[in-house]
């Protein structure tokens, strides 16, 4: 690669790392896990330049790599667990001030509590990618991702507007 393509791929990775990190927080649900693997993909990223094509997806392909590298420390190392929601009611903290961050606690904990593809579907998607770059990320099929994201969605919805008792009415 050239000096001015080394300046350019270098710019468009600088660009993403903050979507990279966002990603990464989503999957593994620890900010110093999720730097540490934003971090892993750049450096990946950078040394497989070369082999990178100019003018194709550039998200995507950053993406999957994070992705990538995430499945396989999680199938090595047992570092990454699943999120549970019973140890956030033991852990002492101090109450949120503000109603904003009470219901992005709340959108945190209902996408913990969705299946793994579904979480992952949403998290690229709010991300900014477009829903054929997240089947490329995923490596499925764009129907099935879409199918992740609506049934994401509706079950994301239906934690966020919490049980309805018999009568209808919201508990």
Not at 81 to 92: A, G, L, N, W
Request: with cysteine; proline share 5%.
């Amino acid at each position: 690669m050239t000096d001015d393509g080394d300046r350019k791929f270098r710019a468009e990775l600088v660009a993403m790392i903050p979507k990279l990190r966002a990603f990464a927080r989503g999957l593994c649900g620890s900010r110093d896990l999720a730097d540490d693997l934003a971090q892993e993909t750049l450096a990946k990223a950078w040394a497989a330049r070369a082999s990178y094509t100019p003018d194709t997806n550039f998200r995507a392909w950053l993406f999957r790599i994070l992705r990538n590298h995430f499945y396989t420390v999680a199938g090595v190392s047992r570092r990454f667990v699943p999120y549970d929601p019973d140890v956030s009611t033991h852990v002492q903290s101090t109450p949120a001030t503000q109603g904003d961050r009470l219901m992005l606690d709340d959108m945190q904990r209902g996408l913990a509590t969705l299946p793994a593809e579904q979480r992952e579907a949403l998290l690229l998607l709010g991300s900014g990618l477009q829903w054929d770059e997240i089947a490329a990320v995923m490596g499925c099929p764009l129907g099935t991702v879409k199918s992740r994201i609506t049934r994401g969605r509706a079950s994301l919805k239906r934690y966020m507007e919490g049980p309805v008792d018999a009568g209808g009415v919201l508990g």
